[in-house]
């Protein structure tokens, strides 16, 4: 969206694309695409030029499935906008050889959904004792704070998931699929908290004595795994005018779409994927959330100090439920 000059109001364009290129300096590059199968006319190029007439953009590029008109293209060139057209790949480079042969992707969405957690318990004079642990087991650090079992399982699967993925053999799985899998920590299993190595705990109360904490060695978690497999028929196209092949599709990924596009030249290729919503996935929450602090988090190792690590916090950790 780019505000008109003149009214303020802002005005849906297909793609922007901002940069700075200077000292208090942005460019700003507009890309508007038409897909219907005739070639674009003066007319589609006219209302281009002036829509764009008062948008605060540097250079408009216009993307014409089907081509252009003589007209339309003489005309984008005069109002120095950048007329590109898409065609198909057919160049014997084989450098290109990837986009050729490559006719659909199959994403794969893993679901894992913890099911069973066994603790393997330090006991002086015993030895190490196996337990089954609920969900709501306090976990323990040294300096007596603790957290919930569930969201420091949910953090080791997703620690864990290239493990995972090797366990279950994703990469051979077809079809939709639900199974099972299994992830194991220790023996001697430790956290970094606070720049140093450290034991987690949990408490027991003997018969007729005081509580106790006792070290963790090690923990098995058993998930249930449910794999969605997609296909995303891929295109191969050229934009002969700045010399770019790639090849591009969009179809089901889970519950939600994805649009790929695979660009390959002779240094190499780029895949970008551009995730939407499908229609049963939640909407975002726009009533705004309160601020958490999530030093403790880092202290204990419990996610990691960024973005995606706060945003799992607020999801499985401790910020799910002081939200």
Same mark, same amino acid.
């Given at each position: 969206?780019?505000?008109?000059?003149?009214?303020?109001?802002?005005?849906?364009? &297909?793609?922007?694309?901002?940069?700075?290129?200077?000292? =208090?300096?942005?460019?700003?590059?507009?890309?508007?695409?038409?897909?219907?199968?005739?070639?674009?006319?003066?007319?589609?190029?006219?209302?281009?030029?002036?829509?764009?007439?008062?948008?605060?953009?540097?250079?408009?590029?216009?993307?014409?499935?089907?081509?252009?008109?003589?007209?339309?293209?003489?005309?984008?060139?005069?109002?120095?906008?950048?007329?590109?057209?898409?065609?198909?790949?057919?160049?014997?480079?084989?450098?290109?050889?990837?986009?050729?042969?490559?006719?659909?992707?199959?994403?794969?969405?893993?679901?894992?959904?913890?099911?069973?957690?066994?603790?393997?318990?330090?006991?002086? #004079?015993?030895?190490?004792?196996?337990?089954?642990?609920? +969900?709501?087991?306090?976990?323990?650090?040294?300096?007596?704070?603790?957290?919930?079992?569930? +969201?420091?399982?949910?953090?080791?699967? &997703?620690?864990?998931?290239?493990?995972?993925?090797?366990?279950?053999?994703?990469?051979?799985?077809?079809?939709?699929?639900?199974?099972?899998?299994?992830?194991?920590? =220790?023996?001697?299993?430790?956290?970094?908290?606070?720049?140093?190595?450290?034991?987690?705990?949990?408490?027991?109360?003997?018969?007729?004595?005081?509580?106790?904490?006792?070290?963790?060695?090690?923990?098995?978690?058993?998930?249930?795994?449910?794999?969605?497999?997609?296909?995303?028929?891929?295109?191969?196209?050229?934009?002969?005018?700045?010399?770019?092949?790639?090849?591009? #599709?969009? =179809?089901?990924?889970?519950?939600?779409?994805?649009?790929?596009?695979?660009?390959?030249?002779?240094?190499? =290729?780029?895949?970008?994927?551009?995730?939407?919503?499908?229609?049963?996935?939640?909407?975002?929450?726009?009533?705004?959330?309160?601020?958490?602090?999530?030093?403790?988090?880092?202290?204990?190792?419990?996610? &990691?100090?960024?973005?995606?690590?706060?945003?799992?916090?607020?999801?499985?950790?401790?910020?799910?439920?002081?939200?």
């Amino acid at each position: 969206m780019l505000p008109n000059r003149l009214t303020g109001k802002k005005r849906e364009v &297909d793609v922007v694309i901002r940069a700075k290129t200077g000292p =208090g300096y942005e460019t700003v590059i507009a890309i508007e695409a038409v897909g219907r199968g005739r070639a674009a006319t003066a007319d589609w190029v006219e209302s281009m030029v002036g829509k764009h007439k008062n948008l605060p953009t540097s250079q408009v590029v216009l993307v014409a499935e089907g081509g252009f008109s003589e007209q339309a293209r003489e005309l984008a060139l005069a109002e120095k906008m950048i007329p590109i057209e898409p065609k198909m790949l057919d160049d014997p480079d084989p450098a290109l050889k990837l986009l050729h042969s490559l006719r659909s992707l199959w994403p794969k969405v893993v679901n894992l959904t913890p099911i069973r957690a066994e603790l393997d318990v330090d006991v002086p #004079g015993q030895g190490i004792e196996t337990v089954s642990a609920p +969900p709501d087991l306090h976990i323990f650090a040294e300096d007596g704070s603790h957290i919930e079992l569930l +969201p420091m399982v949910k953090a080791l699967l &997703d620690a864990n998931i290239a493990n995972i993925t090797e366990q279950i053999d994703l990469r051979n799985i077809a079809e939709d699929l639900d199974t099972h899998a299994e992830i194991t920590v =220790g023996p001697g299993w430790m956290i970094e908290q606070a720049g140093e190595q450290r034991s987690l705990y949990v408490a027991r109360r003997a018969e007729g004595q005081a509580l106790e904490l006792f070290r963790i060695d090690g923990m098995k978690i058993t998930a249930k795994a449910v794999i969605h497999v997609g296909e995303v028929q891929m295109q191969s196209r050229r934009l002969a005018e700045i010399d770019v092949n790639y090849a591009f #599709g969009e =179809g089901p990924v889970g519950d939600g779409k994805a649009l790929i596009v695979i660009t390959e030249g002779e240094s190499g =290729g780029k895949l970008s994927v551009q995730f939407s919503q499908g229609p049963t996935a939640p909407a975002a929450n726009t009533t705004g959330r309160s601020n958490f602090n999530h030093a403790p988090c880092y202290e204990k190792g419990l996610h &990691d100090k960024t973005k995606q690590g706060r945003a799992w916090c607020r999801k499985h950790g401790p910020a799910a439920t002081a939200s």
